[in-house]
T-cell receptor, first 111, second 112 residues
Framework: GESVGLHLPTLSVQEGDNSIINCAYS??????FIWYKQESGKGPQFIID?????DKRQGQRVTVLLNKTVKHLSLQIAATQPGDSAVYFC??????????FGTGTRLQVFP | DAGVIQSPRHEVTEMGQEVTLRCKPI?????LFWYRQTMMRGLELLIY????????DSGMPEDRFSAKMPNASFSTLKIQPSEPRDSAVYFC??????????FGQGTRLTVV
């Protein structure tokens, strides 16, 4: 679910490898999910979204998977590049209007 | 499209002073959101507007915080008086229909 923590989970991957970032949500009625990327010193940027009537959605080098049974979604980044280094958030609209953000995962890409 | 524009980018103020943060949403977007980001609490929604009307201000931490949206192209977030614990990055975001939001670059506020 959307919890608050002192430290961001960190995922370290080697350039060229695939990255998988996970997110759990708490409301089984949620029907729309969004992934954001936040680079240092910038605001969050939309990456990809998925509706609850889908299990999978693909973009350019990114894939989002949704498992409604266990209320879990993941963001997969293929062939991770240094420019992918950022904090990644999943976000879920509450009552269709306002976005509630997860704590985020820091992705570090090393050569 | 210039995106969501926030000003100032950085603000340093003394405790007790009034601080006003400004936001210009994307033209045509009906929703405007104010978020605060800290290491301790992550991204918190403070308040949001729909068609210039405040819909939910339950995230506003105290009466010291207030927000206005006098027209569709401008919003302010005011803190009076400011305290050191208000130090954070404040983001404004807008959305055409709720849900997906487009964020500004943020205002980094430091209260000393």
């Amino acid at each position: 679910g959307e919890s608050v923590g002192l430290h961001l989970p960190t995922l370290s991957v080697q350039e060229g490898d695939n990255s998988i970032i996970n997110c759990a949500y708490s409301n089984s009625a949620s029907d729309y999910f969004i992934w954001y990327k936040q680079e240092s010193g910038k605001g969050p940027q939309f990456i990809i979204d998925i509706r609850s009537n889908m299990d999978k959605r693909q973009g350019q080098r990114v894939t989002v998977l949704l498992n409604k049974t266990v209320k879990h979604l993941s963001l997969q980044i293929a062939a991770t590049q240094p420019g992918d280094s950022a904090v990644y958030f999943c976000a879920v609209p509450e009552y269709t209007d306002k976005l509630i953000f997860g704590t985020g995962t820091r992705l570090q890409v090393f050569p | 499209d210039a995106g969501v524009i926030q000003s100032p980018r950085h603000e340093v103020t003394e405790m007790g002073q009034e601080v006003t943060l400004r936001c210009k949403p994307i033209s045509g977007h009906d929703y405007l959101f104010w978020y605060r980001q800290t290491m301790m609490r992550g991204l918190e929604l403070l308040i949001y507007f729909n068609n210039n009307v405040p819909i939910d201000d339950s995230g506003m931490p105290e009466d010291r915080f207030s927000a206005k949206m006098p027209n569709a192209s401008f919003s302010t977030l005011k803190i009076q008086p400011s305290e050191p614990r208000d130090s954070a990055v404040y983001f404004c975001a807008s959305s055409p229909r709720g849900g997906e939001a487009f964020f500004g670059q943020g205002t980094r506020l430091t209260v000393v």
